[in-house]
RNA sequence: GGAGAGGUGGCAGAGUGGUUGAAUGCACCGGAUUCGAAAUCCGGCAUACAGGUUCUCCUGUAUCGGGGGUUCGAAUCCCCCCCUCUCCGCCA
């Protein structure tokens, strides 16, 4: 959420920073609403006050035995003007909340303008995209023998589900296991177990509600109270810091997560229908860092660096990505996408996503630390995939499989094998 | 699932209709004392929003788990919901 000074004291000037992400902020709209507001809140509160104070002397009046009635009926003059002026400016509060609610953060400076993915920027490229020496098969057709079944998947739930047995599926363990060592004993993070279902509230906080319900699963915890299926660990972890002021000492926060993650995928049908690339459910390693604004693009870069290390250390090439402002995210002020080589598409796809939220999503969520001048401050939020277990999973497939169609696997996952160096035949 | 207790400022903890945004203690900040420190003393110390002002200041409004109600006036009374704790039952 944006800060709503910004608006009143620049509104076209922000209006034209959110059209270089393809958002048009109505500007009438809230003009309009604004001008209102300022009248009715104005007039509300002196009523108000008007009313207190008379009600103040009625306590008074009545201590020293005096006669209330004159001042009863002055009040009670009040009472139509107060209760319409209460209720318009409750209105016209919501409503420009809900306006607010529905605007994407601001792209920093850094961010180049630009309309859709094409027009991201390619910042690094890392490793050399492996040359076979036969014909690479696509991750569903090596993991056929390996215990990925996308049919069983089919069978339980539907399309976008699968199932993995026996070696692909300790792969898939491995690779956990294997990042939340990482990222705990050698990048600081601490690790945290949290739930998998969360309330509005924390998905408000984080932006994925009101925009984005439909992107969700959700059930009942009862009649009237939604539990929603978290689409990423980013929920949970972050609002954990929701509603509080954390001592300065205590910054930067970082935590690390392995959750499953559930998504709707509306509006991707026809999308990545064969394999694991996009699917219902999936396991992601997430880094999340809640920090003093004035350290939050340090952190990015570094949190950005701690993804790229995963790849490393399993030798995957990819290429890192600054998202340009048509294509980053509700929520972010700068994205940064590591992208995997996957040779049987023979191009790099989207592992991990990592991005500062500045203030966006604690002004939400209302997550504060106290600065030096011992006053309440928001703090900026960060998040990033450490990385995509699923993701990661197909890129080993892909790009560490043999001619006899069993799967190397990389040296660092071998003590998380078990000792087993391969996979298959 | 049954029975009971409770949710108040950073923390602990008073407060059952009226100059209560809220006693007191701790923590924290400033000052005094001291060669310095501890102890002691004095003062300050919630958040959000609005208006004025552009001062790091004044005025106002709202906020005592959430929502609704009664009332001139609600932390305090009524209703609904959420959460925490204790005991019993059940259970991984």
Aim: hydrophobic letters at 40%; glycine letters at 8%.
């Amino acid at each position: 959420m944006l800060d709503i000074q910004l608006l009143r004291a620049d509104i076209e000037g922000v209006a034209a920073k959110l059209k270089a992400r393809g958002f048009s902020l109505d500007v009438a709209e809230f003009s309009a609403l604004e001008a209102d507001r300022k009248a009715v809140q104005t007039r509300t509160q002196e009523l108000q006050a008007t009313r207190n104070s008379l009600s103040k002397s009625i306590g008074i009046a009545k201590s020293r035995g005096e006669d209330v009635a004159p001042i009863m009926t002055q009040v009670a003059g009040l009472g139509d003007e107060l209760k319409a002026a209460e209720e318009k400016l409750a209105y016209i509060q919501t409503r420009m909340q809900e306006l607010l609610a529905g605007v994407p953060n601001l792209p920093h400076e850094s961010v180049p303008a630009g309309k859709d993915a094409d027009e991201n920027l390619e910042v690094s490229r890392w490793g050399t995209p492996r040359v076979f020496d036969f014909e690479a098969k696509d991750h569903v057709d090596v993991g056929a023998a390996l215990g990925l079944d996308f049919e069983a998947g089919a069978k339980l739930s539907g399309a976008r589900f699968a199932v993995m047995q026996g070696g692909a599926a300790r792969l898939h363990r491995a690779l956990a296991q294997f990042m939340l060592d990482v990222h705990t004993r050698e990048h600081g993070y601490t690790e945290v177990y949290v739930p998998y279902m969360v309330n509005a509230d924390s998905m408000f906080g984080t932006g994925q509600l009101p925009k984005f319900e439909e992107d969700l699963f959700s059930t009942f915890k009862n009649a009237d109270e939604k539990l929603y299926l978290i689409p990423t660990a980013e929920v949970p972890v972050t609002n954990l810091a929701r509603g509080e002021i954390l001592a300065a000492e205590s910054l930067p926060r970082k935590y690390v997560a392995h959750t499953p993650c559930f998504r709707s995928e509306a509006g991707s049908y026809g999308r990545d229908t064969r394999g694991m690339i996009r699917q219902h459910q999936f396991d992601k390693v997430e880094l999340v860092q809640i920090v003093k604004p004035e350290d939050s693009y340090a952190a990015h870069e570094e949190l950005t660096a701690h993804a790229e290390k995963i790849l490393q250390l399993l030798e995957l090439p990819y290429r890192k990505m600054l998202l340009c402002t048509g294509d980053m995210g509700f929520g972010s002020a700068k994205t940064y996408d590591l992208e995997v080589w996957l040779p049987a598409q023979n191009t790099y796809r989207e592992i991990s996503s990592c991005s500062n939220f500045e203030a966006f999503q604690a002004r939400r969520m209302q997550a504060r630390y106290r600065n030096e001048k011992n006053k309440p401050e928001l703090v900026h939020t960060l998040n990033g995939s450490g990385l995509a277990v699923g993701r990661t999973l197909v890129a080993i497939l892909e790009n560490c499989q043999n001619a006899d169609g069993s799967v190397s696997i990389p040296p660092v996952l071998v003590p998380y094998m078990g000792g087993v160096e391969k996979l298959g035949s």
